[in-house]
RNA sequence: GGCGGGGUAGCCAAGUGGUAAGGCACGGCUCUGCAAAAGCUGUAUUCGUCGGUUCGAUUCCGACCCUCGCCUCCA
């Protein structure tokens, strides 16, 4: 079985062949956040995408190059450092920290390579002068290099690769902000923006005068930097395909007069409580808002996981109550696995641990069907409950069952994220207490006991072997 | 207006030309002194509406209704 997977190009599943001729490297890239404030809940989505790509593409035997920019100088970010008196790399270090500190709490593997825009200023530069020798950029009389779609279709090149496009029927002027009506054509795009007083001591000198470079370049110039001017992967938010995507490749296939990117997989937005997102609805979440809410890392990206990445998702603080319980089955069974297994923990996945990593595989190899692959390991759960209840698994099945659990896990990476909780002491010595009293037949001392502990935030389950606390 | 997604149980969400995965919630049962955010188990004659093709459609085709996204710097 081969991996397949949904080509924005092609729209269509395609084999998923990397240009590697051995087969085993991929370079891929994920447009990463503009750091001018705290990521939303909508952007990890498509951050979590990105994580669950890498690490299926990772568990299938590929040796993945995984790129993600940052991107530190635009308009948000210049409009934000001018009103607050900072420097810009001082306002934007602090929004990235915070940003990979947001993705380590949502278990996503850092990227290999965390580029940032403002330090690949001298390859845009590049890659604009490239583009100017090839004829398909030009200055306009503001100072700032535009690309021209029409001389990029001139020389045979085809702009509208992602999405069909239809000038004519484009509602033209809406958003075309003041500063580039000086284009030659509305569709044109900035490769580089001119100096204006409003952009402060956010400059770089180039060899059209001072300015900076515009959104679309700095991911063409530093995915040709990193991954080579042609690479397999390039991912995004499905916002992205027009302009920005469609104009990385113009830029890149324009410089280079070769095929920029094999794959494109876009992830598609979510929506909260079933609108989309807005401040002004309250539905709209940073990562950090929905800590403060109690609810954790690892139950957001089990929701944010529980829907294929191509289709609309709902997402509400229903689902993520859900997802809580959801896990919680999850950690139940794989507890008592551990606690089954002991110390041998070194299985080899056998019998039913096989079956789960097949039926998870062959579920992830149609487009990454999450969705399918949690069923198998809900399945693959409730199967082991079964076994281990009826008392029919060794301590060596239950180490293999364990090594197909956390061969899959190492794709969905829930089980990283499970935190141990140590039982205090004291809550053991009352529960010792309960015990006691139970055993004396003092039900009303137990009881008691038991509130007790749930008033601070432990409950007890009691199981066959004893009584075991758990954290609330 | 152009282009592209969706409408499957109370909620979330897979899927298939042959009669509906999984999760949450809910009910039953087991365990328990009683419990339990423990375990098992049950729950969609039905997949937006109306037509058509077919032995048979939720799945293919057509029309319609509803909904969402993109259309120049928004993941």
């Given at each position: 079985?081969a991996?397949r997977v949904y080509n924005t190009?092609?729209?269509t599943?395609?084999?998923?062949q990397?240009?590697?001729?051995d087969g085993?490297a991929?370079g891929m890239?994920?447009?990463?956040?503009?750091?001018h404030?705290?990521?939303?809940i909508?952007?990890?989505?498509?951050f979590v995408?990105?994580?669950?790509?890498?690490r299926?593409?990772e568990?299938r035997g590929?040796r993945?190059?995984h790129?993600m920019n940052?991107?530190?100088?635009e308009d948000?970010?210049i409009?934000?450092?001018?009103?607050q008196?900072?420097?810009?790399a001082?306002?934007?270090?602090?929004?990235?920290?915070?940003?990979?500190?947001?993705?380590?709490t949502?278990?996503?593997l850092?990227?290999h390579?965390?580029?940032?825009a403002?330090a690949?200023?001298?390859e845009?530069?590049?890659?604009i002068?490239?583009?100017?020798?090839?004829?398909?950029?030009?200055?306009?009389?503001d100072?700032s290099?535009?690309?021209?779609i029409e001389?990029?279709?001139?020389?045979?090149c085809?702009?509208g690769q992602?999405q069909?496009?239809?000038f004519?029927?484009m509602r033209?002027?809406d958003r075309?902000s003041s500063?580039?009506?000086e284009?030659e054509?509305?569709a044109?795009?900035?490769?580089?923006?001119a100096?204006?007083?409003e952009d402060?001591?956010?400059?770089?000198?180039?060899?059209?005068?001072?300015g900076r470079p515009?959104?679309?370049i700095?991911?063409?110039?530093?995915?040709?930097?990193?991954l080579g001017?042609?690479f397999?992967?390039?991912l995004g938010?499905?916002?992205?395909v027009f302009p920005?995507?469609?104009d990385?490749?113009?830029?890149?296939?324009?410089?280079?007069?070769k095929p920029?990117v094999k794959?494109?997989?876009?992830?598609a937005?979510?929506?909260?409580?079933?609108?989309?997102m807005?401040?002004?609805?309250?539905?709209f979440f940073?990562?950090?808002?929905?800590?403060?809410?109690?609810?954790?890392g690892?139950?957001?990206?089990?929701?944010?996981?529980s829907?294929?990445?191509?289709e609309?998702f709902?997402?509400?603080?229903?689902g993520?109550?859900?997802a809580?319980?959801a896990l919680?089955?999850?950690?139940?069974?794989?507890?008592k696995l551990r606690?089954l297994?002991?110390?041998?923990?070194?299985g080899?996945s056998t019998g039913?641990?096989d079956?789960?990593?097949?039926?998870?595989?062959?579920a992830m190899?149609?487009d990454?069907?999450?969705?399918?692959?949690?069923?198998?390991?809900?399945?693959?759960v409730?199967?082991?409950n079964?076994?281990?209840?009826g008392g029919?698994l060794?301590a060596?099945?239950?180490a293999?069952a364990?090594?197909?659990?956390?061969a899959?896990?190492?794709v969905?990476g829930i089980?990283?994220?499970?935190?141990?909780?140590?039982?205090p002491?004291?809550?053991s010595?009352?529960?010792?207490e309960?015990?006691?009293?139970?055993?004396a037949?003092?039900?009303k001392?137990s009881?008691?006991?038991?509130?007790e502990l749930?008033?601070?935030g432990?409950?007890?389950?009691d199981?066959?072997k004893g009584?075991?606390?758990?954290k609330?």
């Open positions: 079985m991996l190009l092609s729209r599943l395609q084999d998923f990397p240009l590697d001729p085993q991929v890239y994920c447009c990463g956040p503009t750091v404030d705290f990521a939303h909508g952007n990890f989505r498509t995408f990105a994580d669950l790509v890498r299926y593409l568990f590929f993945v190059n790129v940052i991107t530190d100088v948000k970010i409009k934000r450092v001018r009103e008196g900072v420097k810009l001082d306002f934007t270090r602090e929004r990235e920290n915070a940003f990979l500190e947001d993705l380590d949502l278990g996503c850092r990227p390579q965390i580029p940032r403002t690949f200023i001298s845009m530069i590049a890659l002068g490239r583009l100017m020798e090839r004829g398909v950029a030009y200055q306009a009389p100072r290099i535009y690309f021209s001389k990029y279709r001139g020389c045979g085809t702009y992602l069909k496009l239809n004519e029927e033209v002027g075309v500063d580039e009506y284009k054509s509305v044109d795009f900035a490769l580089w923006k100096r204006v007083p402060g001591e956010v400059y770089w000198d180039s060899p059209w005068g001072q515009g959104w679309h700095e991911c063409s110039a530093m995915s040709m930097k990193l001017e042609t397999d992967l390039h938010g499905e916002d992205l920005h995507h469609e990385e490749i113009a830029q890149s296939e324009g410089a280079t007069g920029f794959y494109w997989m876009h992830g937005h979510l929506l909260v409580e079933g609108k989309k807005s401040k002004s609805l309250g539905n940073t990562l950090r808002d929905l800590l403060a809410k109690g609810f954790s690892r139950e957001i990206r089990y929701l944010l996981l829907a294929h990445y191509r609309t709902n997402f509400t603080l229903d993520l109550t859900g809580k319980s919680a089955r999850i950690d139940e069974c794989v507890a606690e297994a002991g110390s041998r923990q070194d080899t039913s641990a079956e789960l990593i097949g039926r998870f595989s062959t190899d149609e990454l069907n999450v969705s399918a692959a949690w069923g198998a390991v809900f399945e693959w409730r199967e082991t079964r076994r281990l209840a029919e060794s060596a099945e239950a293999s364990l090594a197909g659990w956390e899959v896990d190492r969905l089980g990283a994220l499970c935190e141990e909780s140590q039982v002491p004291e809550l010595a009352l529960l010792e309960r015990q006691a009293a139970r055993k037949k003092d039900f001392r009881d008691a006991i038991r509130d749930k008033a601070r432990w409950v007890i389950e199981t066959p009584p075991r606390l758990k609330l």
